[in-house]
């Protein structure tokens, strides 16, 4: 071999070669880990986890389910129940999305879940196939389900040491009090209350009682959300002025339509009682499984959907009470008999609300929350929170752009570290877990995050986490994320939406007194319960 | 004359190629090597085609930390084989294997959807072309024109016909 300069060019050659490619990529990787790292330090943002809960110790608490229907079945899920009906769907949806490649993880989800320290003792449900369901799926040899005829009957029985209400709005609040009254435990559902009566007796009541209340606003366990408090809370977003939130929904399950069961008729259903204090009318099917399309019952977009985007905000920027609302919006997208709007849209003014600046002190100041929904288009608009500095898309997933027009980032833009196209935080814990979704519906609240959250990249149903702090509160003490404070604003804002619609003007506020301000010759209560004319 | 010239022409296209092909499979290696949060997970989870339930499997906690790690390890193997002229046959048929696996993972077929891919193609795209082409690097080695084996080889490309 001889070594000619050619010769050592041709043998050799290849090495510095291969030493500039690997340096570039290297260089490349690690130098862009490294300017990622530097902004992230300047910008301070650390996902924060939930403090873990005290365990659940001691005997099992007895719990009463009040209210068997989809959300019903939903919670005892979450505690740990399930139905035999529901077990034999998911084998076989499993099995049918294996055959089509699909992943599919309910049934998988539902087992791996941590047990919780409870009985399922009790059942109330007006509809005897619902309640019969649960005692023949939820008994065991040693303890069999009971049945109660009505919620007193079970809160009066000594037997419950809580109770899930999952029932028809109109029934949340004279079922708490009557539950608080006696010392029972609540976990109550979304809205808290269906009058504004009702509102302040359900607050007093609470404040009467040693019993622990819940209002089921699982998200505030969202992970996503105690970032972006985080995120708030360091000024990265500047003063957020606007916050728009989204509800779009094109199917019948997303518009209440629910499956009325064959089997349904005055003998199976106890009328009267799923009445109480509605209006009285005969026996009506379609009233009993889709009553969140009547004011009678329910309260439709306002008290169904925006309560869950006013509560995700809340929770993450403490605005607490509007201070006036002002909605609009129709029926326009099914008109089916229902009275409550299928499209609406609400704006919440805080015109004290402040989240830091980074201009002129006394330049900003005041935010509008905008809702708007509607039942006919299912086009997915993420909820977005527009800051001076920059906007913050707020979900399961969260993404910060810095804003063309910032003083906090005017330097970093001007040099080209930050563009306005490109976003300087992102947060998707989901990244590394695949999501078996499988309805429209439980899309729409998995992308708002209300479905679950990610502990250690390890999926977590959010509703376990939220009833699993409160059976916590209940045996350790401390505090519930969403009390009777919470409960309060959502219900009332919630409220004031749903008045601004029907009355056609603008709902304000008295912070003072914490009363709607009075509108001279109007009942506010009979306006809320009542259905609009013309319709329905 | 013009026969050798071709076939001078033809050694150094694929001598040019093979550093190609190798600089490629380095850099994609190197990038992964040296930024720890990168997975292959969401290229895997998102499979489609035939093989879909085999690709999947391969995202369960277990395992994955494995196919990553084989993945960078196989991808800086084949990089150093081409580039350095070395070993270089074992490098393009490691290197058709994992193009056929990429290729296998997302198939640019008819009726499935392209993920991230800059071009438009129908059956045919790069990744294929890229497997073929390290086919014919492991047919036609060129290390002792450029390259490590040039040391190792008795038959230098000192003659201009060796390779005929």
């Known amino acids: ?536 | 004359m013009s026969s050798t010239s071709n076939k001078w022409g033809l050694k150094q296209s694929i001598t040019l190629l093979r550093i190609l092909i190798g600089w490629h499979f380095l850099y994609e290696g190197i990038v992964k090597v040296y930024n720890p949060d990168w997975t292959s997970f969401g290229y895997l989870a998102t499979a489609q085609g035939p093989l879909k339930p085999v690709f999947q499997a391969l995202t369960s906690e277990a395992v994955l930390p494995w196919v990553d790690t084989l993945n960078w390890a196989a991808l800086v193997f084949v990089g150093i084989t081409l580039l350095m002229g070395l070993f270089e046959r074992a490098g393009a048929l490691v290197g058709v294997g994992l193009l056929l696996m990429y290729y296998l993972a997302h198939p640019s077929w008819p009726g499935m959807a392209q993920i991230n891919t800059e071009g438009s193609y129908w059956i045919v795209n790069k990744n294929l072309i890229e497997a073929v082409a390290c086919l014919v690097l492991f047919y036609y080695p060129t290390g002792n024109v450029f390259g490590l084996s040039r040391f190792f080889s008795k038959n230098k490309a000192t003659s201009k016909t060796e390779l005929s």
Not at chain 1, 178 to 189: F, G, P, Q, T
Not at chain 1, 290 to 310: E, I, P, V
Not at chain 1, 325 to 338: F, L
Not at chain 1, 429 to 435: G, N, Q, R, V
Request: net charge negative.
């Open chain 1, 1 to 536: 071999m001889s070594w000619t300069r050619r010769e050592a060019l041709l043998g050799l050659g290849s090495i510095p070669i291969l030493g500039a490619v690997w340096w570039a990529g290297a260089y490349g990787t690690v130098g862009k880990k490294r300017e990622q790292a530097a902004l992230l330090e300047q910008l301070n943002i650390k996902p924060s986890l939930p403090s873990p809960v005290p365990a659940i110790s001691g005997e099992p608490v007895r719990v009463g389910i009040i209210g068997f229907g989809i959300r019903g079945e939903q919670l005892c899920r979450s505690l740990g129940y399930a139905t035999d009906e529901w077990i034999a769907d998911m084998e076989k949806a499993a099995a049918r999305a294996k055959k089509e490649g699909r992943p599919f993880t309910a049934l998988e989800d539902f087992r791996s879940q941590d047990p919780l320290n409870i009985r399922i003792v009790g059942i109330c449900d007006v509809f005897d196939i619902h309640a019969e369901k649960a005692v023949r799926s939820f008994s065991t040899p040693e303890q069999a389900v009971k049945r109660y005829t009505t919620h007193t009957d079970m809160i009066r029985s000594g037997d419950v040491d809580a109770v899930v209400i999952a029932t028809p709005d109109h029934w949340h609040a004279p079922m708490s009090i009557e539950a608080l009254r006696n010392n029972v435990h609540v976990y109550v559902e979304k809205p808290m209350t269906h009058t504004l009566a009702e509102t302040y007796q359900l607050r007093e009541a609470v404040r009467n009682s040693k019993a622990v209340f819940q209002v089921g606003h699982q998200h505030r366990q969202t992970l996503s959300f105690k970032t972006a408090q985080d995120i708030v809370d360091k000024g990265v977003l500047g003063h957020v002025s606007l916050i728009t939130t989204n509800t779009n929904r094109n199917d019948d399950n997303g518009a209440w339509n629910y499956d009325i069961h064959p089997d349904a008729n005055p003998e199976t259903i106890d009328w009267e009682q799923f009445l109480g204090s509605a209006p009285e009318i005969p026996f009506n099917k379609n009233h009993f499984f889709r009553w969140r399309k009547w004011w009678a019952y329910g309260s439709g977009l306002s008290g169904d959907l925006l309560t869950h985007d006013y509560d995700r905000l809340n929770c993450v920027l403490k605005m607490g009470m509007p201070r006036s609302v002002m909605a609009s919006g129709g029926i326009y997208t099914h008109r089916d008999g229902r009275n409550v709007p299928d499209v609406l849209q609400v704006n919440f003014e805080f015109p004290d609300f402040n989240t830091g600046s980074s201009q002129t002190p006394n330049k900003e100041r005041g935010m509008t929350f905008t809702y708007s929904a509607s039942l006919g288009n299912g086009f997915n608009r993420p909820t977005m929170l527009m800051g001076h500095d920059a906007s913050m898309e707020l979900g399961n997933r969260l993404t910060i752009w810095p804003d063309s027009g910032s003083t906090r980032f005017a330097k970093q833009l001007e040099s080209g570290s930050m563009a306005p196209q490109t976003p300087i935080y992102r947060y998707d814990p989901s990244e590394t877990a695949l999501d078996g979704v499988s309805s429209a519906t439980s899309q729409y609240f998995a992308d708002k995050g209300l479905m679950w959250t990610y502990i250690d990249g390890k999926r977590v149903d959010s509703t376990f986490l939220h009833m699993r702090e409160w059976l916590s509160v209940i045996r350790n003490g401390g505090n519930v994320s969403c009390g009777i404070q919470e409960g309060f604003e959502e219900a009332m804002s919630a409220h004031m939406a749903g008045l601004s619609w029907k009355l056609g003007r603008r709902i304000e506020w008295d912070p003072q007194e914490e009363v709607i301000v009075p509108i001279e010759g109007v009942d506010l209560d009979a306006v809320l319960l009542e259905s609009p004319s013309g319709v329905g």
